[in-house]
């Protein structure tokens, strides 16, 4: 298979459960300013979204949405526990998860990386954001991941959007549970085999 990211995007949620579940895959990296590819490729020509995540399956079809991708990844390697089986109540609650980050977290999060943002609005979005951090606080207090004890692709894209706090002003500190969190996903050694890859350490 073949990942497309950008290197602090959304991206790296696909690249952490890529990692999680042991799967080979190739990194092509793009430039999503000039929509290109490391290698000069339009972008557009092959995804024409042209954001990423992009997963080119073995099959040459393509994957788009970091929420679908996360589970295909997981459901090639059931043995890895990083989604609950199909049609379980738990792999609904996983379902929820992802769409809460997607919609809750990781949207108002992602828009203050806009340079034209001006400084009332992301006043406010910080705000917002706050609250939605108080909540993720309360869901997981005396957990080690939000479906408990065991780590699930819901996991590696909250700790995504929460990583960006450190490039947009939300000081994750200010939430100790979450800060907590960050620290055991930090710590997991697939994630930062996955940062690695990406660039984010060394």
């Given at each position: 298979m073949k990942l497309y990211y950008s290197a602090a995007s959304c991206s790296l949620a696909?690249?952490?459960?890529?990692?999680?579940?042991?799967?080979?895959?190739?990194?092509?990296?793009?430039?999503?300013?000039?929509h290109k590819t490391e290698d000069g490729a339009?972008?557009?020509?092959?995804?024409?979204?042209?954001?990423?995540?992009?997963?080119?399956?073995?099959?040459?079809?393509?994957?788009?949405?970091?929420?679908?991708?996360?589970?295909?990844?997981?459901?090639q390697k059931p043995a890895s526990h990083l989604a609950p089986a199909a049609g379980t109540m738990e792999r609904y609650r996983l379902q929820e998860w992802l769409t809460y980050i997607n919609s809750e977290?990781?949207?108002?999060?992602?828009?203050?990386?806009?340079?034209?943002?001006?400084?009332?609005?992301k006043e406010q979005t910080i705000a917002a954001v706050g609250k939605k951090l108080d909540w993720l606080t309360k869901k997981l207090d005396a957990k080690q991941y939000l479906m408990g004890d065991t780590f699930t692709v819901a996991d590696g894209y909250l700790f995504t959007v929460l990583n960006w706090g450190q490039w947009v002003g939300v000081d994750i500190a200010k939430w100790p549970v979450l800060a907590g969190f960050m620290a055991r996903v930090s710590a997991r050694p697939q994630v930062q085999e996955a940062l690695k890859k990406v660039g984010l350490v060394k």
């Open positions: 696909s690249n952490i459960a890529l990692h999680e579940a042991g799967i080979a895959y190739e990194l092509t990296k793009v430039d999503l300013q000039a339009d972008f557009y020509a092959i995804h024409d979204k042209g954001y990423v995540p992009y997963l080119v399956l073995d099959n040459g079809q393509g994957l788009s949405e970091g929420a679908a991708i996360l589970q295909y990844i997981a459901d977290v990781h949207k108002p999060m992602g828009s203050m990386f806009n340079p034209k943002i001006n400084a009332e609005t």
